[in-house]
């Protein structure tokens, strides 16, 4: 990032900032939507997301999220998936679009292949434009973060 200034008098400096994104899907409150569909919440120091009946909490980028440079978003939950709970990528700014869906199951890891995801009917979902990303389940049972990596 560079940041420019130019005096009253034509004087001009520049200053470069190194800035680094860690990860497109911190773990705050101030950033996490725990009700994106049903009323639910967030507790950032335990990482718990519990969902509304059928809910979804996660992220959503106004302007879409471009992964198309990575290959994989790896998710781990750090208790057992009461509550069917599925990580979901929406290419399409509409909830009620059909997203990449990967269930956890009896496992607490999902690995998503950025490359070669598709819809529940086979259409291609870009990685180049992510608009909704997140956790949808049954709702009302603790779903807790452990990590979520891109590579």
């Given at each position: ?54 809910g979804f909490g996660g992220w959503q980028y106004a302007e879409g999220l471009d992964l198309s440079a990575y290959q994989r ?60 990303v997140g956790f949808w389940s049954l709702g009302f049972k603790p779903i807790v973060i452990e990590n979520i990596t891109i590579?």
């Amino acid at each position: 990032l560079t940041v420019s200034y130019t005096s009253s008098s034509g004087a001009k400096a520049s200053l470069d900032v190194p800035v680094s994104v860690t990860t497109p899907f911190p773990l705050k409150s101030s950033l996490f939507n725990p009700s994106i569909w049903e009323q639910g919440t967030f507790d950032e120091q335990t990482r718990t997301l519990v969902t509304g009946q059928y809910g979804f909490g996660g992220w959503q980028y106004a302007e879409g999220l471009d992964l198309s440079a990575y290959q994989r978003i790896i998710v781990e939950l750090g208790n057992d998936n009461l509550s069917q709970v599925s990580f979901r990528l929406f290419d399409k700014n509409n909830y009620w679009s059909d997203p990449a869906m990967y269930d956890f199951g009896s496992s607490r890891k999902v690995v998503v292949d950025l490359q070669n995801m598709k819809d529940s009917k086979g259409n291609v979902i870009s990685s180049e434009h992510l608009y909704i990303v997140g956790f949808w389940s049954l709702g009302f049972k603790p779903i807790v973060i452990e990590n979520i990596t891109i590579e």
